[in-house]
Nanobody, 114 residues
Framework: QVQLVESGGGLVQPGGSLRLSCAAS???????LGWYRQAPGKQREWVAS???????TYADSEQGRFTISRDNGKNTMYLQMNSLKPDDTAVYYC?????????WGQGTQVTVSS
């Protein structure tokens, strides 16, 4: 079993930046990883993914602003968020998958407001 803990969320002004971290309790080397977010009154949506082979994909709205990365030695995944907009406000969740196994973190709040 893998436990995931997100951190790095907070309040930031429009145009600002945040770096989210997702720390795993064990090795993430063989897992595909991803970030999701859920805004108030909305369903959870996919933001970005990085496979065990480091193939990266982004949602269209995040392309050019967000960067997903992983450090297998630290068992940690990151999401660098730049040029943040109020519409980015949400609880951000990390996800790890391998075969039929799926794990979720508890989320970290990101609020973009002046």
């Amino acid at each position: 079993q893998v436990q995931l803990v997100e951190s790095g969320g907070g309040l930031v002004q429009p145009g600002g930046s945040l770096r989210l971290s997702c720390a795993a309790s064990g090795s993430i080397t063989l897992y595909a990883l991803g970030w999701y977010r859920q805004a108030p009154g909305k369903q959870r949506e996919w933001v970005a993914s990085i496979t065990s082979g480091s193939k990266i994909t982004y949602a269209d709205s995040e392309q050019g602003r967000f960067t997903i990365s992983r450090d297998n030695g630290k068992n940690t995944m990151y999401l660098q968020m730049n040029s943040l907009k109020p519409d980015d406000t949400a609880v951000y969740y990390c996800n790890a998958r391998r075969g039929v196994l799926t794990y979720w973190g508890q989320g970290t709040q990101v609020t973009v407001s002046s």
